[in-house]
T-cell receptor, first 114, second 116 residues
Framework: GQNIDQPTEMTATEGAIVQINCTYQTSGFNGLFWYQQHAGEAPTFLSYNVLDGLEEKGRFSSFLSRSKGYSYLLLKELQMKDSASYLCAVRVPISSGSARQLTFGSGTQLTVLP | DTEVTQTPKHLVMGMTNKKSLKCEQHMGHRAMYWYKQKAKKPPELMFVYSYEKLSINESVPSRFSPECPNSSLLNLHLHALQPEDSALYLC???????????????FGPGTRLTVL
């Protein structure tokens, strides 16, 4: 089976740094994605990790440790518009074809306060 | 063109109606996906098409019937739905995995479906 855990909610202050953790136990691993989703909108891609280490992209960084089944998304210089749900998703291989399936965590609702 | 489009944006239907959701992408992606998302929940995978062939059906009831008429289009035909099927239906597409590509999934804006 697939199990992906994230905190349900987090709150932080504008200008601060927040780290959203994700742990996973999946049958296979072909990469971990972070998506941002504002209420009523589609998820938008933030980052991707397939090798251990830190990937930095502007105010957002994502870290992966495959041996620990652990990732985090780091958001710096928080802005009000960063208030959204952050979804951790693991790509797992499927038996047929060569498309890969994404299994999503339940999402972390981040609220940025002024 | 890096966009996935979905129509309609909103749909209200009765339990005896037949309707279809449409999804289109022109990024050359050969994998397309249907997800269902309830409020405050993550997207749940319903179907995956790879090279226009159905490769995953996540035990979805037969009142949902997917169709992939060509590599750019994905439809979801709806018939005899229940009120609990009301949700946001998201379409996504991705490249099929290659060594140099991490084939992120690009999501459409979704169709907000209400079943009365």
């Amino acid at each position: 089976g697939q199990n992906i855990d994230q905190p349900t909610e987090m709150t932080a202050t504008e200008g601060a740094i927040v780290q959203i953790n994700c742990t996973y136990q999946t049958s296979g691993f072909n990469g971990l994605f972070w998506y941002q989703q504002h209420a009523g909108e589609a998820p938008t891609f933030l980052s991707y990790n397939v090798l251990d280490g830190l990937e930095e992209k502007g105010r957002f960084s994502s870290f992966l440790s495959r041996s620990k089944g652990y990732s985090y998304l780091l958001l710096k210089e928080l802005q009000m518009k960063d208030s959204a749900s952050y979804l951790c998703a693991v790509r797992v291989p499927i038996s047929s074809g060569s498309a890969r399936q994404l299994t999503f965590g339940s999402g972390t609702q981040l609220t940025v306060l002024p | 063109d890096t966009e996935v489009t979905q129509t309609p944006k909103h749909l209200v239907m009765g339990m005896t109606n037949k309707k279809s959701l449409k999804c289109e992408q022109h990024m050359g992606h050969r994998a397309m996906y249907w997800y269902k998302q309830k409020a405050k929940k993550p997207p749940e995978l319903m179907f995956v098409y790879s090279y226009e062939k159905l490769s995953i059906n996540e035990s979805v009831p037969s009142r949902f019937s997917p169709e992939c008429p060509n590599s750019s289009l994905l439809n979801l035909h709806l018939h005899a739905l229940q009120p609990e099927d009301s949700a946001l239906y998201l379409c996504a597409s991705s490249q099929v995995l290659s060594r140099s590509s991490y084939n992120e999934q690009f999501f459409g804006p979704g169709t907000r479906l209400t079943v009365l």
